[in-house]
Structures are given as structure tokens and as C-alpha cells.
């Protein structure tokens, strides 16, 4: 994982916020070297602008020769010709500066494909994303919008992806995708130590749409059997594999939901637009921020953004201090598409809600979120305003 280094706390805190989830923040080159000789599989690090330009070009000059496969990306407060010449000769690869997070983000991407290239296939572990869908109330739509967000992430077999049921008792993922599982999770119980990729293999469940499902045990009494470290091994072994592990959860901080919480990489907030939703959700924040839980990586989703009870997009980001990064307006073709089996993004792909779900899988995929077209539905675009928007 990344590691960003600057003297100033606040610089390396807004670094770390466009670096991978994971990624460790010191305050000298000195905990950069100590971080380094820890961390064998490192591959970039990030030189913030407080740090001496003497100090980084020996840093990179030694790294060059001993850790060859670490880019150096260095944060300049001033691009002087000075600068740029002295990085050169030390073999810094990326020079940004200061203030331009998306281009240390773009380096630190840049930074990862030299090092699968020259590590090659094997050498390269690959790692993918752990996405959460949470809330910390019932029915608010999670199960919809992780199915929805699962499927926009797969974007067909584009990508793989790995949707997993973690509302453990009353789990209704695969009766959504209407499939009928052989196994579940149940089935990986007692292989906290042992469970591999061929072992959990056999459990999942294919959706015609590529889409691989994890489900939730038949009976609500096989949830306490399922212990936090089954949950960790489950989505880590996962990960190996998948590019996207897309997590549903159950609406409360139990420890199968900490656990999940812990691994994860993106956090969706499912909120919607009522006082005790709100108020809920603003504790479920506060309680991420103690934990330290996907700081920088929360996305707050707004479902049945539409609903005309006097709270606005602009109230709740208020209320919750967090920019709304999508909003659905409630639909009955989401419903609908949901009883039918053909969740929306696959049944209904011009419609507003796939298109606010598409923004958002390509947000979370760190991809510049494009433009969707999205089809007019009996003119309720006209009456609700924009149905969706992205903020970063
Ligand atoms: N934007 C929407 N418009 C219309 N119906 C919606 C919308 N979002 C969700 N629903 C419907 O609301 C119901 C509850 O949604 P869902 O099961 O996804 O919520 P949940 O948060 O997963 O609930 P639980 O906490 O019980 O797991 C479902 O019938 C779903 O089809
Ligand atoms: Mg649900």
C-alpha cells in the first residue's frame, strides 16, 4: 500500500484521502525507510512539499539502486526548473503540485502499472476492492442498491465481481436475483483457518450477468455460528480473486458488520430522507470516524431522494457534514424491477436510477465519472428537478 510522507499532519491526512484505502501516512523519511523495510511489496511512495528537496533526492537516489520497483512521486509547493532537474537526475518519476490531489492520485495509479509490468502477472498479488453498502436502518434500500451496484460494477463481465449477503438472518439477496443457492456462507463455517479460493469457489452462485453471489444462510439461527473471523478470511480470500467484492449488510453495528466494516475499502451510506434515518445515520458516521473505517472513502447514497417531506439534498448534507454523492429518486420501476428479478440496471439500463447507480459503481471504481444518458420517465425528471448528482 502507499505511503504519503510530509512533516505537516494535516498535508499527509488530504494526501491519504486520494491515495488507495490502506494506504500509511509518517511524518519523516526516517519512518518512510522504516515503513519500507517492512512493507517488501511497497510500491509507491509520496513525497509531500514540506519535506526538504535535499532529503527526497536522497531518499529516491537510494531507493533507485536498493527498492527499484518503488516509484517516488514528489509534491512540489513550486515547480521551479531546479526542481524538475534535480528530480530528474534522481529518478523521481511524478512531480505535482501542491493542491492537485487528483494528479498524485493519477500518479500513484500510473505508479501501480509499472510495478504489474515489472513484476509481472505473478509477481503482482492481485488485490480487489472490498465495497460495503451500509445503513443503519431497515428498509431504506441496501439490499436494492448493493444488487444494483454489484451488477453496474460487473457492467456485464467487464469486470468480476462478487456480491456478498452479510444480513446474515434475514439475508434476501438471492431471492432479489431470483437464484435458488446450493450453498452459502453457512457452508464455509468451522474454515476460519482453512478456507482458499477453491474452497469458497464452490459456494458461490452464478447470475446470468456475470455476477457472482455469496449467499446468506437459509435459517436466521446460523448466524451466530458465523464467526468475525470467518467473515474476514471470507472477504479476503474473495479479494484475491474478484476485482469488486460488493457487501450487503444488515442494518446494525453487529460484530459480522464491524467485521465486514473493517475490510472494506468503499463504504456506501444508504440514508433516506426522514429525522430518525438521519439522525441514525449521523451516528453510524461518528461511529466510522472513531473507528477510523474507509476515512476519505464513505459515499453517502440518498434513496427515495424525491420524497416530499421537507428535507432537502442540501439539509441532509448539512445535517450529516458529508456531500450526497448520489441520489435515486423513489420509482415504482425499481420495485418493480426488483419483484420481477431484473434489478434495474439490467432491465431498465436508460432509466434515471441506473443511470445515478452506473455514476456511482464508476465512482467507486476511481474512474472519472462520465455523463449517462438516462431516458425521460413520465416527465417526473421535470417535477423532481436533477434525480441525481455527483459530488466528489
Ligand atoms: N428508490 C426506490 N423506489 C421504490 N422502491 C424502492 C426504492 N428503493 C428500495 N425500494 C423498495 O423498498 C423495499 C426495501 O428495500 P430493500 O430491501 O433494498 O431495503 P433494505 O435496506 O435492504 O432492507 P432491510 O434492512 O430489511 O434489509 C423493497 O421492496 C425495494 O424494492
Ligand atoms: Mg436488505
Known amino acids: 500500500m502507499p505511503a504519503a510522507v510530509d512533516p505537516d499532519n494535516a498535508i499527509v491526512t488530504s494526501l491519504l484521502t486520494v491515495l488507495p484505502s490502506g494506504a500509511h501516512g509518517v511524518d519523516s523519511t526516517d519512518r518512510l525507510v522504516a515503513w519500507l523495510a517492512q512493507h517488501s511489496e511497497e510500491y509507491v511512495v509520496v513525497l509531500g512539499p514540506n519535506l526538504a528537496l535535499d532529503d527526497a533526492v536522497r531518499l529516491t537516489e537510494n531507493l533507485r539502486t536498493s527498492r527499484p520497483t518503488v516509484s517516488v512521486v514528489l509534491v512540489r509547493h513550486d515547480l521551479t526548473t531546479d526542481v524538475l532537474t534535480q528530480a530528474m537526475k534522481a529518478g523521481i518519476r511524478d512531480v505535482v503540485p501542491h493542491g492537485d490531489l487528483a494528479s498524485v492520485g493519477d500518479a500513484v495509479s500510473r505508479a501501480h502499472q509499472l510495478y504489474v509490468a515489472l513484476r509481472g502477472p505473478s509477481g503482482a498479488v492481485h488485490l480487489g476492492k472490498v465495497v460495503t453498502v451500509f445503513s443503519p436502518k431497515g428498509g431504506v434500500g441496501k439490499t436494492t442498491m448493493a444488487v444494483n451496484l454489484a451488477l453496474a460494477l460487473a457492467d456485464r463481465g467487464a469486470r468480476q465481481v462478487c456480491l456478498v449477503d452479510l444480513d446474515l438472518a434475514f439475508g434476501d439477496v438471492a431471492i432479489t436475483m431470483q437464484l435458488f443457492p446450493s450453498h452459502s456462507i453457512e457452508h464455509a463455517i468451522g474454515s476460519e483457518d482453512s478456507l482458499d479460493t477453491a474452497l469458497?469457489?464452490?459456494?458461490?452462485?452464478?447470475?446470468?450477468?456475470?455476477?457472482?453471489?455469496?449467499?446468506?444462510?437459509?435459517?436466521?439461527?446460523?448466524?451466530?455460528?458465523?464467526?468475525?473471523?470467518?467473515?474476514?478470511?471470507?472477504?479476503?480470500?474473495?479479494?484475491?480473486?474478484?476485482?469488486?467484492?460488493?457487501?450487503?449488510?444488515?442494518?446494525s453495528f453487529d460484530e459480522q458488520t464491524l467485521t465486514a466494516l473493517d475490510e472494506t475499502d468503499e463504504c456506501v451510506i444508504v440514508a433516506t430522507l426522514d429525522v430518525p434515518t438521519l439522525k441514525n445515520v449521523k451516528v453510524a458516521l461518528e461511529t466510522l470516524e472513531m473507528l477510523n473505517i474507509a476515512r476519505g472513502h464513505r459515499h453517502l447514497l440518498l434513496n427515495r431522494a424525491d420524497d416530499a417531506v421537507g428535507i432537502g439534498a442540501d439539509k441532509v448534507e448539512a445535517i450529516l457534514g458529508m456531500a450526497v454523492a448520489a441520489q435515486v429518486a423513489t420509482s415504482l420501476e425499481i420495485a418493480a424491477a426488483t419483484n420481477a428479478g431484473t434489478p434495474i440496471v439490467v432491465g431498465t439500463p436508460g432509466h434515471a436510477a441506473s443511470g445515478a447507480i452506473r455514476v456511482l459503481a464508476t465512482q467507486l471504481a476511481g474512474e472519472p465519472a462520465a455523463p449517462q444518458p438516462v431516458d425521460q420517465v413520465d416527465g417526473e425528471q421535470e417535477k423532481t428537478g436533477r434525480r441525481f448528482r455527483i459530488r466528489r
Not at 459456494?203 to 450477468?209: G, K, M, N, S, V
Not at 468475525?228 to 457487501?247: K, M, N
Request: proline share 8%; no cysteine; aromatic share 4%.
Open 200 to 251: 469458497l469457489d464452490g459456494l458461490l452462485t452464478r447470475h446470468q450477468d456475470s455476477l457472482m453471489v455469496l449467499a446468506a444462510p437459509s435459517h436466521p439461527d446460523v448466524r451466530d455460528r458465523i464467526t468475525p473471523a470467518l467473515i474476514s478470511r471470507v472477504l479476503r480470500t474473495l479479494r484475491e480473486s474478484f476485482d469488486y467484492v460488493v457487501v450487503d449488510t444488515a442494518p
